[in-house]
């Protein structure tokens, strides 16, 4: 790693997006054994939701304060201890006895898992040219698909061939060596280990532009996947609910949701290399929106087109969303503005999850899956008032 630059190729690219696949598979687990849970503990759909909403509200509101200490005190430190929070959390969630014990241990899990966001993109973006940085935030995006489409297979596995708790177990070990390895083989920048002052900090945050791009941010952030952040807990009980499959079949279906994303994420990237950030990104909500309102029609068999074709327009719009965040960010703040994006996103699930799981008790599946697909177009006036520097 040279003294004054950090432009270093695939190798950081790569470190990065192997450590994204672990936080998406980690975040999975839960979603996938949810009617495991909820047939052995006895709770309802609304239940269910607030514990889904256990982990991913401390997940997307810590992600502003990560950001902010790594762009003081730098990345590699914080990145590694949050690792081990989040992998001490999910040994937790397999300990559990209770739901109540089971939501302390995913509120554990979601601090630690947030400390990733705002730490990787940035070294993203740092690590790599501008004018690949688009495909470069695709590949990393499929490092997340990856750990995404493992998690559903080998925790329904475990649900069925052992027991629900198994996939937390072994993952939780699997986190623990990932870590390890992320502090023996990753580097601080050398030109990020000086650190920046508070006063500096705060300055720039508060400077009237910061403030509105963080607005505008923050509210595009909550409607760009709301459509699969409600979709995701509950696809498995769904697909069992409705179409009647065994939780074999629907942790497949929803793993290729995920997998999906490896094709997508550096496809669409590159097209918004191409063609620009912001309308890549109006053609990707519609395409979302368009979709997700299919799935409450299609039968089991052409959830397979649905589902797949979903997969690829969600983690293309993740993608060009990442890059459309470190473009527009000042370089100063940029792990802090990426926070604001991410803790926005996956607010936008800790919000929807329990409104999606009362939906389902007291009307059904299908009509929150439809309002959600309407909120999902929300994503494209805010676009408008977006600017670039």
Known sequence: MGENDIRTGSLPLMLLSSSHGLNHLLQLILPTILPSLIAEFQISYYTAGLLVASFVLPYS????????????????????????????????????????????????????????????????????????????????????????????????YFAVTFNWRYGFYIFSLIGMLIALLLWLGIEEPKTERKETSSSDIHKTLLNIKVLRLMLIIFCFGLVQVIAFRGLMPFLTTYLMKKHGVELGYGAQLLSLLQIMGIFGSPVFGRLSDIAGRRVMLCLLLVGQALLMYLVTFASANLLVIVL????????????????????????????????????????????????????????????????????????????KFAEYK
Request: include cysteine.
């Open 61 to 156: 509101l810590a992600q502003i304060p990560f950001g902010y200490l790594s762009d003081r005190k730098g990345h590699k430190n914080i990145m590694v201890a949050g690792l081990i929070i989040y992998s001490a959390g999910t040994l937790l969630c397999g300990m559990s006895q209770n739901v109540l014990q089971l939501g302390v241990a995913q509120f554990i899990s979601g601090i630690g898992g947030a400390s990733y966001h705002p730490i990787g993109i940035p070294l993203i973006f740092l690590a790599v040219e501008r004018r690949k940085l688009g495909e470069s935030m695709g590949f990393h995006q499929t490092g997340g698909a990856i750990g995404s489409f493992v998690a559903p297979i080998a925790s329904a």
């Open 308 to 383: 797949g074709a979903m997969g690829l327009v969600v983690f293309g719009c993740l993608a060009v969303t990442d890059t459309w965040v470190t473009e527009i960010s000042d370089r100063s703040v940029l792990g802090t503005l990426v926070g604001v994006a991410m803790t926005a996103s996956f607010l936008s699930g800790a919000i929807v999850n329990p409104i999606v799981g009362y939906l389902a008790d007291n009307v059904s599946f299908d009509f929150a899956f439809q309002l959600l697909s309407i909120l999902n177009l929300l994503g494209i006036p805010i676009l």
